[in-house]
């Protein structure tokens, strides 16, 4: 291990990061240092940048190898390859039935930028604690309950994008709509999260996977991982037959219109945006899904075992960038030059 500890912080809303020395306070009993070897860079990082106090650090897709961990962990010790995911607490209602997507402390452990008790494992001026983990820097101060343990001989930078992106795309396809083979299933927005369902709905043998997109480039990707019609024009869906499901990843209430004029009845509509409301009404389901309703810890295995099988290509969206660049990186998420940045870290 070499160089120093550091952290890419906010600076301005929407402004480029800039580094600063990384520093943490000793770890809690049930917390976990992890230096990083890779983090994605998903949408969720990009909108954030505008929103929060200077001086936070962002990245929620990391994984690493951990470094040092508080005397009540169990999970994980030092040496160990791991994944990290987003933060629940573990004590409310929905953690306690094994649905910590449900989290009723969701918003406040992943957004919040402190701990559930409201104090801070990062020395002022910095804000860490995103999604638990913070992992724009060489070192994330994480919990036992969002790392996920791997094994030891898998590329790390690699894996990362599976804690959020990857996870709610295939999630939702696999656990939210359990969708069945010889089902109808349209995407609307092919980024890294609409190419993991698409992935996802071949695995489950869906007789119908249709993409939805403007940029030319992430429509051929879908067609190569499984898409078995891609649309570039929201008049072309129209012409569909009955869907039984449709996953929105656009947020746009038009397009989202159009797709849920084409739901069967009884059919479901998925919303992954977590934006304004939209009203419908009749026989068609709509549902808000965070993080494809997944286990981390049960889903992330899944994911990389369907990976090593070939079943789940995903590492084919990546496009790897030094921690260095990562202002570069973020453009190159902003603008969808790349699919999934992966920030790595040597
Ligand atoms: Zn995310
Ligand atoms: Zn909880």
């Excluded at 505008?50 to 690493?64: K, M, N, Q």
């Excluded at 036992?144 to 959020?164: F, I, Q, Y």
């Amino acid at each position: 291990m070499t160089g120093k500890r550091r952290a890419a912080v906010t600076t301005s809303p929407g402004g480029a990061l800039r580094f600063a020395p990384l520093r943490l306070r000793p770890p809690r009993a049930d917390e976990v240092v992890v230096r990083l070897a890779g983090c994605g860079i998903c949408h969720t990082d990009l909108s954030c940048r505008s929103g929060v106090a200077a001086g936070s650090i962002l990245g929620h897709e990391g994984a690493g190898i951990v470094e040092r961990v508080g005397n009540a962990v169990r999970a994980v010790q030092p040496g160990d390859a791991v994944v990290l995911s987003y933060h629940s607490c573990g004590r409310c209602a929905a953690c306690l039935r094994r649905h910590p997507a449900g989290c009723e402390h969701f918003w406040r452990l992943n957004f919040d930028f402190q701990r559930l008790d409201g104090s801070s494992g990062y020395l002022p001026p910095l804000h860490g604690h995103f999604f638990g983990q913070s992992a724009f820097a060489t070192h994330a101060l994480a919990n036992e309950r969002n790392l996920v343990r791997v094994a030891g001989d898998l590329p790390l930078a690699t894996l990362a994008p599976l804690g959020c992106g990857l996870q709610t795309g295939a999630g939702t396809v696999i656990n939210s709509l359990n969708l069945q083979a010889g089902e109808r299933l349209l995407i609307l927005g092919v980024g890294a999260v609409g190419l993991a369902a698409v992935m996802a709905a071949k695995l489950r043998g869906a007789a119908a996977i249709v993409a939805l997109d403007h940029q030319r480039q992430r429509l051929a990707c879908a067609g190569e991982l499984g898409a078995t019609q891609t649309l570039s024009d929201v008049r072309q869906i129209a012409q569909l037959p009955a869907l039984d499901a449709v996953i929105d990843t656009t947020g746009e209430h038009g397009v989202i219109q159009a797709a849920w004029q084409r739901l069967r009845r009884g059919g479901t509509l998925v919303l992954l945006t977590g934006g304004g409301v939209v009203k419908f009404s009749h026989d068609r389901r709509i549902i808000s899904v965070i993080q494809g309703d997944a286990v981390p810890q049960q889903f992330i295995p899944y994911l990389i075992a369907q990976w090593r099988s070939g079943h789940f290509p995903f590492d084919r969206l990546l496009r790897f960038y030094p921690f260095g660049a990562i202002n570069q990186a973020l453009d190159a998420a902003q603008t969808g030059e790349a699919i999934k940045a992966v920030i790595r870290f040597d």
